[in-house]
């Protein structure tokens, strides 16, 4: 499904553009720094909250003990997913461990089954002849 934007909302996702490629940037070094790691969580960038607030039309994360963050589970080199989530306006998430997102993420992913099916999506073409997990790539 392709959301339509229109021209307003797609110019200020362009203006933050290149500072949330930083914060995904960013994402991918964690990963290859820790290869053991599938999850990360950590605080959303301005950029990125401002696209998200650009798609949703509005402020999100209003609670006053809130803070946005990012879990991102590392489904195989190159390919990630974001599921963006209040947290504890008191943390950065750096902390966060590995079987703790796991579980938050599972959660997630149960309150929002139109997410599930993009990660199963994800995992059957990474598996796919080409892709970075065909005839056991390793993760």
Not at 3 to 10: A, K, V
Not at 22 to 47: I, L, N, S, V
Not at 57 to 75: E, H, L, Q
Request: with cysteine.
């Amino acid at each position: 499904m392709t959301m339509q934007l229109s021209r307003q909302q797609r110019r200020a996702m362009q203006r933050h553009a290149t500072e949330a490629e930083q914060a995904t940037d960013a994402d991918r070094k964690f990963f290859e720094r820790f290869p053991h790691r599938q999850y990360r969580m950590r605080r959303m960038g301005r950029a990125e909250l401002g696209q998200l607030e650009t798609v949703c039309g509005g402020t999100v994360f209003t609670d006053p003990g809130d803070a946005p963050f990012v879990m991102v589970k590392n489904i195989a080199p190159g390919v990630r997913l974001r599921a963006f989530v209040p947290g504890p306006a008191d943390e950065d998430g750096s902390d966060a461990p590995e079987d703790g997102i796991a579980i938050l993420w599972a959660q997630y992913a149960a309150r929002h089954p139109h997410f599930a099916e993009k990660e199963a999506m994800l995992w059957r073409a990474v598996a796919l002849p080409g892709g970075p997990l065909h005839d056991g790539g390793c993760r």
